[in-house]
Structure formats: structure tokens, C-alpha cells
């Protein structure tokens, strides 16, 4: 049983850190958000009225932000996580965020003695709830040993990646396929209606041949097949638009730099930006559907 600080108790970060106190962890929870530090309080946590309550004396700080700006900001300056640590406090950082910037924060990390991995989850808010995301682990082997089993805590899978940045390095190229297959789920799934199908009955053939994805079989965009998919809540996120087309800018500046062609990633990209750009940014990134099936935005060519 450790203590630890719990900053960001967002759409993830809200069910990561209740499973943490179901685990018998004592948390620390911190948001500039205080109605949803409250909400983790009646959950078992114990409010942290700021970021240095939070972190001071803690055995362990997991982060949970939107990005990276978010994240250099908590862990740099004078009231920033690498100065009010514990010096043996493991440092975690699930967020997703660029691979410059984990770096970065790693390298800071090590310079002052901490154990520092970038840990970002795969799964959405019901993973989340639910205690089954994938972790996806950047760091020195130490530092991911100490980690594990906060994380366990969390997870169904924790995987080491490599060394600092390794697991946002992973995570982009996750969800760079996660935003292509989800437009070629909904796109399937749009044709499919148009030429008269069920939607349910699509789901139950494809769900059982070669099409079949983590977009079609866990968060279909269609409403019916998957209860719990946002598609059934007229797409309240779930996994925002915003949060998507960040993702797949951090893949497309990643392979740049990389020289790596990635043209699918690219349209992904692009269609992405036009569906926050054309009424889609307070929605899921599932209900990119509705621009694709020509019922929002300008039409997708
Ligand atoms: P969110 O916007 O719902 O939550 C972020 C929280 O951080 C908010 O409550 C906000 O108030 C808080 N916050 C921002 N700056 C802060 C600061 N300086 N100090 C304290 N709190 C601060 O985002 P989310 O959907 O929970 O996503 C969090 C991260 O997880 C993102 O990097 C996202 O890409 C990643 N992610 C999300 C999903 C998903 O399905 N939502 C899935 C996998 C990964």
C-alpha cells in the first residue's frame, strides 16, 4: 500500500485513480478541475488542495494530462514534480504525449536521481473504469520494476517498450492505426446500411471475419451493437476528436522526422482535423461517422 499523488482526474484519470484506491493505495488526488477532485473523494481519495500537497512525501506521482505542454509545465519550475518529490518517489506519466517532450521530462527525471517511465494506456474511459488498460512503458528497468505494479493496478497488460520515450514511441503508432482502422470501420459500416444491411447484422458477420478491429468489435460506431460505445450517447466522448487529431499530428511529425512514409496515417490526419474543424470537436472520435456518412461538415471527398 503506497501513497500516491494523482494529478489529472480527467475522462481517464478519474477511473485510473479509483482503481488505484480500490487497490488499497492511498490517493492523493489533484485537478484544477476541483469538482472532479471532489468526485474521487467520494471514491476513497483524499483531496490535495495543490500540486505540492499532493506530491510532497508521496511514495509515487502518476500524471494523467492531455499534453505535452501540460505535462513540462507539473514537472518543471520551482513548484513543478521534480523539485517537491520525495527523492526515491517513482514518477509516472501516463498521458500521451510527443516523444521529444517524454524525453525530455525523462532525462530532467534522471539527472535528479528519480525513477521516471512514460507509461501511456491504450483502451478508453471503460478500460479506465474498468481496470484493463494496456500500458505501453518507457524507461530505465529500474524505474519500470518499480512502476509495475502501480500500474498492475490499473491494467490488464504492462509492457516495457524500451528506454525513455519507448512507450509514447509506441503509443503513436497505435493510435495512428486506431484513427485509420475507425475510418474504415465507419466507412464499412455506412456502405454496408446504404446497401440495405443491418448494422447489427453487418456487426455479427464482421465481427467474425476478416474484418473485424478494436473499432467495430469494442467502441462500434454505430449505436446498438457495443452498449457501451459512445455512439449509443449521441458521442459524448469517450475519446474526444481533439484528443485523436493530436495523436495522429504527434505520427505524422514523428514519421517526418523519421523519414518514413505513412500515407493512410496522413488522410487520417486530415480527415480528423476537418471533423473538429466542422462541428466534430466536442464529440468522440467515433462520431467522425456522421461527417463520413455525409449527416455533418462539409463532405468528405
Ligand atoms: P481530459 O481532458 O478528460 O483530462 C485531463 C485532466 O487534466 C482534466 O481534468 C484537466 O483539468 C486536468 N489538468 C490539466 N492541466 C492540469 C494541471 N496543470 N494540473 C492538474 N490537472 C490538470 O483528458 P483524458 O481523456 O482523461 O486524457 C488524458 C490523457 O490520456 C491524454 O493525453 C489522452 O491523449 C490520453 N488518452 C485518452 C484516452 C481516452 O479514451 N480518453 C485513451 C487513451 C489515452
Redesign the pocket.
Known sequence: MAEIAF????????GMAANLVKAGHAVRA????EA?VQALVGKGARAAST?SVAVTGADAVVT????GP?VK??YEGADGILELARADAVLID????DVDTARAVGAAAAAKGFSFVDA??????AA?EGGT?TFMVGGPEEAFNRAEPILDAMGKAVIRAGEAGAGQAA?ICN?MLLGIHMIGTCEALNLAMKLGLDPQNFYDIASKASGQTWSLTSYCPVPGPVPAAPSNRDYK????AP?ML??LKLAQATAEEAGVETPMGRRAREIYQQFNDEGGAELDFSGVIKMLAGELGSGVK
Request: proline content about 7%; aromatic content about 4%.
Open positions: 494529478i489529472g482526474l480527467g475522462n481517464m484519470g478519474s489533484f485537478d484544477l478541475n472532479a500540486l494523467m494530462l492531455p499534453a501540460h509545465s507539473v501516463c498521458s500521451t504525449i501511456p494506456v491504450s483502451g478508453g474511459v479506465a488498460l503509443k493510435n466522448p469517450g475519446f474526444a484528443m493530436k495523436d
